[in-house]
């Protein structure tokens, strides 16, 4: 086995793994907040990058553009708070969760409805390309764009990580996620605090949808994305931020190296389930994920 | 007969049981038995570890110390990491603190189920709604019939259980464990919550249950008037552990279990 | 005729315990089979048969199958495309390598298959509960697709994965008109929607509702976690399973296994959320309502677009489609999450009670 293509492989599958932690995270800020299992973050991951680049292709200016997008995204989120969790609250997880997925229809049409529906290519000036530096030193070839990603992502999520510690509002945060009713208690305006919540993952979602969409243009299947992030999230455990880092590089780099060892044995394609078959695996083992925290029901 | 003639040999014994959730000591080291017949009540302060001793003897909860016997057709089965589903075919059944209903059911269907162990119809069988299956839908609403009569409930029997009002629902609760025909009842507080006309209905149904079917019954409860009345027998648990065991009236007399109710300066 | 139960005394639990314990209902449920069976195929054209009433079946088939797991046993499944297609290459499979065993049988042995499917993926629901279990089932929807893409078996190496269903041919009668597959349809659809009603109201159908419920409670009055979840997973995959034969043979006739999408998984968890979590008539309100609204919307704007000379593409219209499902399932999730089915309970009520409030 050749080492330095293992290591090609490896080092491709953690930084698209880290990719996964970005869609995995907006899951993540969602539950912890509100115990919500959002499923149309992908949608809003798809609605994000097609507002930005299709305003960019009407001639916009980049950093207007990014305004009005995270705009959009920040009244998108008070919007679903408003319409569709308030009137939900008390209701069981479940109920919730479905209520999400008819929320992907709905921005998954809206955003199609307004934009239509042609797949558009997104540029950010960063170039897709093997870091000759580390070939001609390594021969691994390491793409220049998903190192620059990454940077971005370990950027987010460092900055979230320090807002949850140390603002009022990531105090607040944390104590509406522990519980809801003792938070109202001590006067947390828990309406405000969901709006933040969603708003904060639109944000997330816009920078995921322009670096997925630069990568892989934005299309439709950009939605697909989201799909990928559920097994991250249970291998990392829904409540840690930190649990969907780590999740998204084991489920990025075993993809992979999966893909490129094991797929021609099998036929190939095996990147759409192996995920999926890696959490199946670890939920018997673990069920609350690597760093979640362990349930006991009480009767 | 009186009372205490009727109460019989030793029917359960719980054996130096510990249970911990993480470093929460839930029980440690507790051993008590239970006799046929009689009525068992378990007291004790908040956090105790009364439910949870509850929740070990019918399997929901598995101590990690200690053993939980019990006399099941004249065998002794010891256990400590049996489900509960396997507790209730030995013929145990009871009732929850916080009542737990089939919300989505019938009171009639909420009945119905504590007679599931009893029926042996295949899936196909009842879905083909003939025979045998049909035969014991008709068998099994007749005796359930009868402990709806029993517990006075016959105008709810079509109620869905979410529109009854608390007392009630506790009353089909108790009513669901009784269609098992359990051989050991636990009781986990059924009659907080109530008021004063409401507790004296459930004593009432307590002591016919324990008089008309023998059934054997532990108790949780925090009314000392109800435990004292009611009770042949009282165990006393403070922080996990047992600190009394005796008739009401050694209770009633035991230091220990005055300083854990009223706190003592230690 | 009023829609009254005074007067109908029952003396015996037997009576209390029928199908449909009041008059009304079984006159009511007597002549909607009557219309279907009879009346239907005398008087509806090809395209109401074959391109409305034959899919509505079949959907509602498959809604059934997913309620029996989803809102009996409480067990969330967004898998329930893949048992669909594992009904349908197996049934594809049987009756191609074993023309002897007949179309019925065939159709039966793909559904026990796609049982199969089921228990193996339902596995991880003794240790796993809602979005958990339903992020679980997700995996066996794509690694269906992905083994019945892959693995030529499934579709006899077709080049394209494209399927074409033989003729179905029943004891020497060939099922090849619009009206003969609709009645074969339907036949199959009553009598499983008929079993599936008399095993929710037995014991199965209350320990699946006990395990819904609250489970801890269940497992305390005896009822096996482990059995009683996979036998809803079981019980529910084989609908799903003959769902997807029909859907092969008496709707579409070619299928590939992209036919059986994630997408369609969510469109039969609309059914049944719009329709009625925990109904048998649910289903087939949902199914009669997701099958009919494209066909509603594409009339109203084509009628749109007439009247004001407006242009309102194709892909519009579909993505209008897709906001107002979408929309709709929230509606019903806030407003009536029990659905149409309780709409139509409520209807009933206050019927019984009018023309007097209450």
Known sequence: MNVSFFFEVLIGGLLAGVMYSLVALGFVLIYKASGVFNFAQGAMVFLAALTFVSLLERGVNFWLALGVTLAVMVVLGMAIERVVLRPLVNQPPITLFMATIGLTFVLEGLSQAVWGSQPHGLELGIADVPMQWLADSTGMFISQFDLIASGVAAVLVAALALFFQYTRVGRALRAVADDHQAALAVGIPLKNIWAIVWAVAGFVALVAGMLWGARNGVQYALTFIALKALPVLILGGFESILGAIVGGLIIGASEKLAEVYLGPMVGGGIESWFAYVIALLFLLVRPQGLFGEKIIDRV | MSREARIGETVLSVEKVSLSFGGVKA???????????????????????????????????????????????????????????????????????????????????????????????????????????????????????????????????KTPVGRLPYGLQKRVELARALAAEPRLLLLDEPMAGMNMEEKQDMCRFVLDVNDQYGTTIVLIEHDMGVVMDISDRVVVLDYGRKIGDGTPEEIRGNQAVIDAYLGVAH | MLYREAGQFKSTYAADQQIFPIRQDRIAVTLLLLVAFIGVPLFANEYWLSAILVPFLIFALAALGLNILTGYAGQLSLGTAAFMAVGAFMAYNFVLRMPWLGVIPSFILAGLCASAVGIVFGLPSLRIKGFYLAVATLACQFFVLWAIQRIGWFTNNSSTGVITAQTIEILGHTFDTPQSKYLLTLGIVAVLALLAKNLMRSETGRAFMAVRDMDVAASVIGIPMMKTKLLAFAISSFYCGVAGAMYAYTYLGTVEPEAFTLDLSFRILFMIIIGGVGSILGSFLGAAFITLLPIFLNVFFGALSHTFGLDISHAIVSNIELMIFGGLIIFFLIVEPHGLARLWQIAKEKLRLWPFPH
């Open chain 2, 27 to 157: 029980l440690q080291d507790v051993s008590f038995d239970v006799r046929e017949h009689e009525v068992r009540a378990i007291i004790g302060p908040n956090g105790a570890g009364k439910s949870s001793m509850l929740n070990v003897i019918n399997g929901v909860y598995h101590p990690q110390q200690g053993t939980i016997r019990l006399r099941a057709n004249g065998a002794w089965k010891e256990f400590s990491d049996m489900d509960s589903h396997e507790a209730a075919a030995l013929g145990i059944a009871r009732t929850f603190q916080n009542i737990a209903l089939f919300k989505g059911m019938t009171v009639l269907d909420n009945i119905m189920t504590g007679r599931n162990l009893k029926m042996r119809a295949s899936f196909l069988e009842q879905a083909i709604w003939i025979g045998r299956a049909r035969r014991e839908e008709l068998k099994h609403r007749r005796a359930v019939e009868e402990i709806i009569d029993f517990m006075e409930i016959q105008h709810i029997r």
